[in-house]
């Protein structure tokens, strides 16, 4: 268990003089300040690194991650994250990003207790409700989890377009944009799910809310 754990500074090691003799200035720059296009919002699995996976460098996008990549009105980690990647980091991109073979939509298809997580997972299982005349239909249970692996994503990335740090972004005329993506862990490609979001012409219009006086003349 220690040789584990220490095995982590031991690589730590190697990274930094990996990447010090790439870039003589690469902490030094990175130190400076970050300025991420995207703010990320994906699973705490840990097959899906998002840097790793978008072969993106430390600073370029702003990470949030909790079970099944959930965006939930209620969640102030999750709203103070975005706030601040919207307001202070000023990114330009949202991604949504769940994954096929989620262990999080895979447990809200059944019904076996868990433990505390079955209340963060009934979310999950409002998705299934919303579409469950399609999923339903899919006989294949690895099939039927994949669609709803999309599905939530999907639902996502409308919450998110429902927040009020979104509207107002969009309403002062920030060029945001929301996306929707998922990842197969069996091939290692992100797959675009063509459901992006940059304004509020898609939203219901209960869930519009009257920025007007929000507004930066």
């Not at 720059?29 to 296009?37: M, N, V």
């Amino acid at each position: 268990m220690i040789k584990s754990y220490k095995k982590l500074f031991t690589n730590n090691q190697k990274w930094v003089e990996e990447r010090t003799k790439e870039n003589p200035d690469f902490f030094n720059d990175l130190a400076e300040r970050q300025s991420p296009q995207f703010l990320w919002i994906g699973c705490s699995d840990s097959r899906v690194p998002a840097n790793e996976i978008t072969g993106t460098m430390p600073g370029d996008i702003f990470v949030h991650r909790n079970i099944a990549n959930m965006v939930i009105h209620t969640d102030i980690s999750m709203l103070s994250v975005l706030d601040y990647a919207v307001n202070v980091l000023e990114v330009k991109h949202i991604i949504v990003c769940g994954h096929y073979g989620c262990g999080g939509v895979n447990t809200a298809m059944g019904n076996k207790q868990v433990g505390l997580i079955d209340n963060w997972l009934r979310h999950i299982k409002d998705v299934y409700r919303l579409h469950k005349d399609e999923l339903n239909a899919i006989e294949d249970m690895a099939k039927r989890s994949d669609r709803l692996v999309e599905l939530n994503v999907q639902e996502q990335v409308h919450d998110l377009t429902k927040t009020s740090i979104v509207q107002n972004a969009w309403a002062n005329g920030k060029a945001l944009q929301v996306h929707g993506l998922v990842y197969d862990i069996k091939n290692g490609y992100l797959q675009d799910l063509n459901i992006t979001a940059d304004n509020t012409g898609e939203i219901e219009h209960f869930y519009k809310l009257d920025l007007a006086e929000h507004v930066i003349s």
